[in-house]
């Protein structure tokens, strides 16, 4: 049985005297123990309104959210408490607290009206502790700490919690590339490892991609659920996301701006030069041909590299001129002067 | 990147709840607390034995535990006069400093006080309209200012304390935002201060007077008969208080995050407000209007104890706001004088240096708020 399942789920803003807000509906999904989902969308797709309905947060329009076989309407908070945490966006500022001190706060629904920690409490918090990598935190003042300690410390808070369903939004967001990346292979491992369900919510295409077992893609009030793969082959990411002006490139998984089709250029090499080259010419705007379609035409310019890896050097050959660049920057310099100088001639003829 | 991301993440049943373990450090210090309980104890004594007459300690134990004294008079003053005024004092104290706490707490405002639900406001009001508008059956009561009038002030300021709690309660319940209930509460207070403005404005100056002086605040005015109604709603606010506890901790990381925990948002909402309203509204109804205690005795507690754990900061701040109440009471006593300041002026003329003070030495009052 599914550990999450919603049922011709509709969710929005309700008002009073006034037709209410669908967001999206029709939603039936399901998400199990040990799976990582990531929740993706456009922005104001409604991605935080699902998220704050499954949680509980908010009430659905219509249909049910049923957590373990209960609709989570009729549980209590405390009793939903036990089979959902959260970590959201906002990055509360706790004041004098330590890192323990915060990752009890997870253990509220189990301890009594004095929140005395038992043994097993305390064994479950230092698990909690040591699974997200933050013993070192742990005596630390919270205040201290960085937004990625933080963050790490509030998904231990939400381990702590000990429930089978992890909502995260954008749990991300404030953290350098590798910190994300740490992040959620940290999520990965904990979902695998623990059979816990992990929803996260995330504008992180690339790492969305990369980690995800099943991606929830939102658009259009309507949500799709599939393989993160599927969902690239069948066209639904360029669907959801493809607006003006903006093209998913279903080979690389990326996304790019759509730039009118600039000049021609060829280039020569290979390697990690070679490659940044590609990138830095295509971000500035040219097109890159195949070597082949030069057939002996001197009106595109040719871009060789040599040297070693560490210490490129190109050589751009346009028209007779030969120019010898020891850095991307000076090569888009010159190929971009080019254009003047071409454009120049075509005025005078 | 982090290597240790990919070792094995620990499973639950690696960690036994082993009772060898050593508890885990969670930054509380209960020796702090006892200290200021300590220190409590001794500004209540210090305050028995100082005054326009000076009493020696020992005597003061003596009395306190009933026995002869060299002195008569020295008995009746403790017992008749020092005693229920320290009394006063420390639960004033005690609940303007939790009520503070609350509120600080539960606004997440660092400003916030027990004022700001407009209790103080509604008070204000009903000594206002007694004193001032009271043509011709109050007028007569008050002109000598008797007992009877005393408890007239008390009536009048309870009743309006009381309204203006019925009215928090009530938006409380409805409204969800804190931020509008924290507006609503200040237009509250405009609200009635102008029609105190407007009540002063048309009264002869001898009323006028009558009302400054409930203004200035007074921790002298309880009687024994009256203590069992002051203590007992003392007791009831601060029982809540201790309750809420355990929620106020979760509510520190924002209202979406205590109800994920299971925080029963309404209830706690309704907890806080009668809390905070039973406390002030009898502190303010007994002793006027007192300034200045509710909002420092939170922040001098945290600073003090390091900590935001309020199971240490309801304690505490019982134990600070007394110590504060105290003091204050002794210094406008001006010991060896026949001479009695203004009690809200000395809290704020003594109170502000210090808090400043313990700001500028300890740097992290603000962090300690954690906003």
Same mark, same amino acid.
């Given at each position: 049985?599914?550990?999450?399942?919603?049922?011709?789920?509709?969710?929005?803003?309700?008002?009073?005297?006034?037709?209410?807000?669908?967001?999206?509906?029709?939603?039936?999904?399901?998400?199990?123990?040990?799976?990582?989902?990531?929740?993706?969308?456009?922005?104001?797709?409604?991605?935080?309104?699902?998220?704050?309905?499954?949680?509980?947060?908010?009430?659905?329009?219509?249909?049910?959210?049923?957590?373990?076989?209960?609709?989570?309407?009729?549980?209590?908070?405390?009793?939903?408490?036990?089979?959902?945490?959260?970590?959201?966006?906002?990055?509360?500022?706790?004041?004098?607290?330590?890192?323990?001190?915060?990752?009890?706060?997870?253990?509220?629904?189990?301890?009594?009206?004095?929140?005395?920690?038992?043994?097993?409490?305390?064994?479950?918090?230092?698990?909690?502790?040591?699974?997200?990598?933050?013993?070192?935190?742990?005596?630390?003042?919270?205040?201290?700490?960085?937004?990625?300690?933080?963050?790490?410390?509030?998904?231990?808070?939400?381990?702590?919690?000990?429930?089978?369903?992890?909502?995260?939004?954008?749990?991300?967001?404030?953290?350098?590339?590798?910190?994300?990346?740490?992040?959620?292979?940290?999520?990965?491992?904990?979902?695998?490892?623990?059979?816990?369900?992990?929803?996260?919510?995330?504008?992180?295409?690339?790492?969305?991609?990369?980690?995800?077992?099943?991606?929830?893609?939102?658009?259009?009030?309507?949500?799709?659920?599939?393989?993160?793969?599927?969902?690239?082959?069948?066209?639904?990411?360029?669907?959801?996301?493809?607006?003006?002006?903006?093209?998913?490139?279903?080979?690389?998984?990326?996304?790019?701006?759509?730039?009118?089709?600039?000049?021609?250029?060829?280039?020569?090499?290979?390697?990690?030069?070679?490659?940044?080259?590609?990138?830095?010419?295509?971000?500035?705007?040219?097109?890159?041909?195949?070597?082949?379609?030069?057939?002996?035409?001197?009106?595109?310019?040719?871009?060789?590299?040599?040297?070693?890896?560490?210490?490129?050097?190109?050589?751009?050959?346009?028209?007779?001129?030969?120019?010898?660049?020891?850095?991307?920057?000076?090569?888009?310099?010159?190929?971009?002067?080019?254009?003047?100088?071409?454009?120049?001639?075509?005025?005078?003829? | 990147?982090?290597?240790?991301?990919?070792?094995?993440?620990?499973?639950?049943?690696?960690?036994?709840?082993?009772? @060898?373990?050593?508890? +885990?450090?969670?930054? *509380?210090?209960? /020796?702090?607390? =006892? #200290? &200021?309980? !300590?220190?409590?104890? $001794? %500004?209540?004594?210090?305050?028995?034995?100082?005054?326009?007459?000076?009493?020696?300690?020992?005597?003061?134990?003596?009395?306190?535990?009933?026995?002869?004294?060299?002195?008569?008079?020295? @008995?009746?003053?403790? +017992?008749?006069?020092? *005693?229920?005024? /320290?009394?006063? =004092? #420390? &639960?004033? !104290?005690?609940?303007? $400093? %939790?009520?503070?706490?609350?509120?600080?707490?539960?606004?997440?405002?660092?400003?916030?006080?027990?004022?700001?639900?407009?209790?103080?406001?509604?008070?204000?009001?009903?000594?206002?309209?007694?004193?001032?508008?009271?043509?011709?059956?109050?007028?007569?009561?008050?002109?000598?200012?008797?007992?009877?009038?005393?408890?007239?002030?008390?009536?009048?300021?309870?009743?309006?304390?009381?309204?203006?709690?019925?009215?928090?309660?009530?938006?409380?319940?409805?409204?969800?935002?804190?931020?509008?209930?924290?507006?609503?509460?200040?237009?509250?207070?405009?609200?009635?201060?102008?029609?105190?403005?407007?009540?002063?404005?048309?009264?002869?100056?001898?009323?006028?007077?009558?009302?400054?002086?409930?203004?200035?605040?007074?921790?002298?005015?309880?009687?024994?008969?009256?203590?069992?109604?002051?203590?007992?709603?003392?007791?009831?606010?601060?029982?809540?208080?201790?309750?809420?506890?355990?929620?106020?901790?979760?509510?520190?990381?924002?209202?979406?995050?205590?109800?994920?925990?299971?925080?029963?948002?309404?209830?706690?909402?309704?907890?806080?407000?009668?809390?905070?309203?039973?406390?002030?509204?009898?502190?303010?109804?007994?002793?006027?209007?007192?300034?200045?205690?509710?909002?420092?005795?939170?922040?001098?507690?945290?600073?003090?104890?390091?900590?935001?754990?309020?199971?240490?900061?309801?304690?505490?701040?019982?134990?600070?706001?007394?110590?504060?109440?105290?003091?204050?009471?002794?210094?406008?006593?001006?010991?060896?004088?026949?001479?009695?300041?203004?009690?809200?002026?000395?809290?704020?003329?003594?109170?502000?240096?210090?808090?400043?003070?313990?700001?500028?030495?300890?740097?992290?009052?603000?962090?300690?708020?954690?906003?």
């Amino acid at each position: 049985m599914a550990l999450l399942e919603t049922r011709e789920l509709a969710v929005g803003y309700a008002a009073p005297r006034r037709s209410p807000r669908v967001v999206a509906a029709e939603i039936n999904l399901t998400l199990g123990g040990g799976e990582l989902v990531c929740l993706m969308g456009p922005n104001g797709a409604g991605k935080s309104t699902l998220m704050r309905t499954i949680a509980g947060m908010q009430k659905p329009l219509s249909g049910h959210v049923m957590l373990a076989g209960d609709d989570i309407a009729r549980l209590t908070p405390r009793q939903l408490a036990t089979h959902l945490s959260v970590v959201l966006t906002e990055r509360p500022n706790v004041g004098l607290m330590n890192g323990y001190a915060l990752v009890a706060l997870g253990r509220y629904p189990y301890t009594d009206w004095t929140g005395r920690l038992s043994r097993y409490d305390e064994a479950v918090i230092r698990w909690a502790v040591d699974a997200v990598g933050a013993r070192d935190l742990a005596e630390r003042p919270v205040m201290e700490l960085s937004d990625g300690q933080r963050q790490k410390l509030m998904i231990a808070r939400a381990l702590a919690q000990e429930s089978e369903l992890i909502l995260l939004d954008e749990p991300t967001a404030f953290l350098d590339l590798p910190r994300r990346a740490e992040m959620m292979a940290l999520l990965r491992h904990l979902a695998a490892e623990t059979q816990r369900a992990i929803l996260l919510a995330t504008h992180d295409l690339d790492l969305a991609l990369r980690s995800a077992d099943t991606l929830w893609l939102m658009s259009g009030g309507r949500v799709r659920a599939g393989a993160p793969e599927d969902l690239v082959i069948s066209g639904a990411f360029e669907d959801a996301f493809c607006g003006e002006g903006v093209t998913f490139n279903r080979a690389t998984g990326a996304f790019s701006v759509e730039q009118e089709r600039g000049r021609a250029v060829i280039v020569r090499g290979d390697g990690i030069p070679h490659t940044w080259t590609r990138r830095a010419l295509q971000r500035a705007g040219f097109m890159l041909e195949a070597a082949e379609k030069l057939n002996g035409c001197v009106a595109i310019p040719q871009i060789t590299l040599s040297g070693d890896e560490a210490s490129p050097v190109w050589h751009l050959h346009y028209n007779g001129i030969e120019v010898t660049c020891h850095s991307i920057r000076d090569l888009l310099a010159s190929v971009q002067g080019l254009g003047d100088v071409a454009g120049k001639l075509a005025h005078e003829r | 990147m982090s290597q240790a991301v990919y070792r094995p993440i620990p499973r639950p049943s690696d960690y036994a709840a082993d009772a @060898a373990l050593p508890r +885990l450090n969670l930054g *509380l210090r209960p /020796a702090l607390l =006892a #200290a &200021l309980l !300590g220190g409590l104890v $001794g %500004v209540f004594l210090l305050s028995l034995a100082l005054g326009s007459v000076r009493i020696p300690f020992d005597q003061v134990i003596i009395v306190l535990l009933g026995g002869e004294v060299e002195r008569a008079s020295w @008995a009746n003053i403790v +017992l008749k006069v020092r *005693l229920p005024k /320290a009394t006063t =004092a #420390a &639960l004033a !104290g005690a609940a303007l $400093g %939790v009520s503070g706490l609350l509120m600080q707490t539960f606004f997440r405002n660092p400003l916030a006080d027990p004022s700001v639900l407009g209790i103080n406001a509604g008070a204000s009001l009903g000594v206002a309209l007694v004193v001032l508008s009271a043509g011709t059956v109050g007028g007569a009561l008050l002109a000598g200012f008797g007992l009877a009038g005393d408890l007239l002030l008390v009536g009048a300021a309870a009743l309006g304390a009381g309204a203006a709690m019925l009215l928090a309660l009530l938006v409380a319940s409805r409204v969800q935002s804190r931020m509008t209930l924290l507006i609503l509460g200040l237009m509250i207070s405009y609200l009635v201060s102008a029609v105190v403005s407007l009540l002063l404005y048309f009264t002869i100056p001898e009323r006028i007077q009558a009302y400054i002086s409930w203004t200035f605040g007074t921790f002298g005015g309880v009687t024994w008969e009256q203590m069992p109604i002051l203590a007992g709603s003392v007791l009831v606010g601060l029982v809540i208080a201790l309750g809420t506890a355990k929620s106020l901790n979760a509510l520190l990381l924002g209202e979406g995050y205590a109800r994920s925990l299971g925080v029963n948002l309404r209830a706690l909402r309704v907890a806080i407000i009668s809390a905070t309203a039973v406390l002030a509204g009898a502190v303010t109804a007994f002793c006027g209007p007192i300034s200045f205690i509710g909002i420092a005795a939170p922040h001098l507690c945290r600073s003090l104890l390091g900590t935001s754990d309020h199971r240490m900061l309801v304690p505490g701040t019982v134990f600070m706001g007394g110590i504060l109440a105290l003091a204050a009471a002794l210094i406008a006593e001006v010991p060896g004088h026949n001479l009695i300041l203004p009690l809200n002026a000395v809290t704020a003329i003594i109170g502000a240096p210090v808090v400043i003070a313990v700001i500028l030495r300890r740097r992290n009052l603000q962090q300690s708020f954690g906003v």
